[in-house]
């Protein structure tokens, strides 16, 4: 915790009214991190940061009165979803409110093609709902099991299904949401279409979301299948054939070397060892197709349907950014990067790393579309030896047309591949948080003009 004094925190709470909140200093503690000590250097520098308290809004009306509240205190707040973050999106730098919002979970409607829901409801329940009526989201993280559909617009960027819908960025993947400003008399500003970008990945940073509506894919019943091969870029070149094929209905496509598929848990006995594999979820109807495309090249290990239940771990837990999580589980040694390849190079680029790091970065492709264009993501996971290190493997994909989005840094432009945050969201902030009280320190181009 900070050093804020009792008595401040005292009046605060009596401004709060009769909003729940948490005080107990292990509670706040545990609930003030998420997965940032996936990097070795942001363990370094986040651990031991925390909240003063946690403040539970129960609707949008309790929200408008603790952004009143914090800003006439002076108070810092950052909001929390589930916590399934990887760069300490959602650990407070500077102590004050932790603003939990997994009490706004409402659905207020789901129509064909679209929902809205409340910013704190977890993805699992709103899919689960939309499917009841023949939709589903178009994507969701790895942690869709955990994540609130808040956490995933405000510090995400896509995930399963960004093979078919590009990620959150493309125009179309986030219809509209509703933002409530920290000022001594709060705002509700509902940004739609293009302008509800200004909260997407901002961290948190730009306003606090209190409703979201997003857009709906038709719902399929999904297959899991794992391909195996003997050569991992054998697994990538078909992965990636299988992503040109428009006609094929598909939610992830994910190539991963040896030996990270030994880590896998329950799915180590469709991963058989020194293999490759090709993880996938096929729409039924596309699973024939998908078979012949494949032909004689690999072989099937798993192909059963997509079970969400308890006690069960689909496919997509160990697909993204699960990937590095099921290595971690056994080896804390390890850490992990994000690359984007260019879309007119991608096996070319893919081999070409390959042979720069050959046992040192261990490759994890995600197929997915950007700017309309098929590439490929790339999670590798890494054998960390220091910082420098890290640093100099990072320059060195760059050099070579691989672009990097660092994961080791807590910042919204450190860590984009532009180096900068987006003038729009920016501009936004300065509009939508004026004294600069929203997760401060994650947008360091900001400076407050109060």
């Not at 992830?252 to 469709?270: A, D, N």
């Amino acid at each position: 915790m900070t050093d804020l004094a009792s008595d401040a925190l005292d009046r605060l709470i009596a401004d709060l009214g009769d909003i729940p909140v948490v005080t107990e200093e292990k509670v706040v503690r545990r609930r003030s991190r998420d997965f940032f000590w996936y990097s070795p250097i942001l363990n370094a520098q986040l651990d031991g940061k925390s909240a003063d308290l946690i403040v539970l809004p129960r609707d949008e009306q309790d929200v408008i009165r603790i952004a009143s509240v914090c800003a006439r205190h002076r108070m810092p707040i950052t909001v929390r979803g589930g916590g399934t973050g990887n760069y300490g999106q959602a650990v407070p730098l500077e102590g004050g409110v932790l603003l939990d919002i997994s009490g706004l979970e409402s659905i207020e409607w789901i129509r064909p093609g679209a929902m809205r829901v409340g910013a704190g409801a977890k993805m699992h329940t709103i899919d689960a709902a939309a499917q009841a009526q023949g939709w589903e989201l178009r994507m969701h993280p790895s942690t869709k099991r955990m994540a609130t559909i808040g956490g995933f617009v405000a510090g995400g960027s896509g995930g399963i299904g960004s093979i078919t819908y590009g990620g959150l960025r493309e125009p179309g993947n986030i219809l509209a949401a509703r933002v409530v400003t920290v000022e001594e008399e709060p705002r509700i500003i509902e940004l739609r279409g293009d302008a509800a970008q200004k909260v997407n990945r901002a961290y948190g940073t730009t306003g606090i979301i209190t409703a979201l509506e997003m857009p709906l894919a038709p719902a399929w019943k999904w297959i899991d299948v794992v391909v195996a091969f003997d050569d991992f870029m054998e697994a990538a070149t078909f992965g990636y054939e299988a992503a040109l094929a428009d006609g094929i209905v598909k939610k992830v496509l994910s190539p991963i070397t040896w030996p990270l598929p030994s880590y896998f848990g329950s799915l180590k006995p469709s991963c058989p060892e020194g293999k490759s594999v090709l993880m996938a979820m096929i729409a039924e109807p596309s699973l024939d197709s998908f078979k012949s495309l494949l032909g004689g090249r690999g072989t099937i290990t798993l192909e059963t349907p997509t079970d969400e239940s308890p006690g069960r771990v689909p496919l997509y837990e160990y697909c993204w950014n699960h990937t590095t999580l099921q290595v971690l589980k056994s080896d804390r040694s390890v850490t992990y990067l994000q690359c984007l390849y260019p879309h007119d190079r991608v096996l070319e680029k893919v081999a070409e790393m390959r042979q720069l790091f050959p046992d040192e970065v261990l490759q994890h492709l995600e197929f997915i579309r950007f700017g309309g264009r098929v590439t490929c993501s790339s999670l590798p996971v890494i054998r960390y030896t220091n910082a420098d290190r890290l640093n100099e493997i990072m320059r060195l994909h760059e050099e070579r047309g691989v672009f990097i989005a660092n994961p080791h840094v807590f910042t919204v432009e450190d860590g984009s591949r532009y180096k900068r945050a987006d003038a729009d969201q920016l501009g936004f902030k300065h509009e939508a948080d004026p004294h600069g009280l929203l997760n401060p320190g994650k947008m360091r181009s900001f400076v407050s003009r109060r």
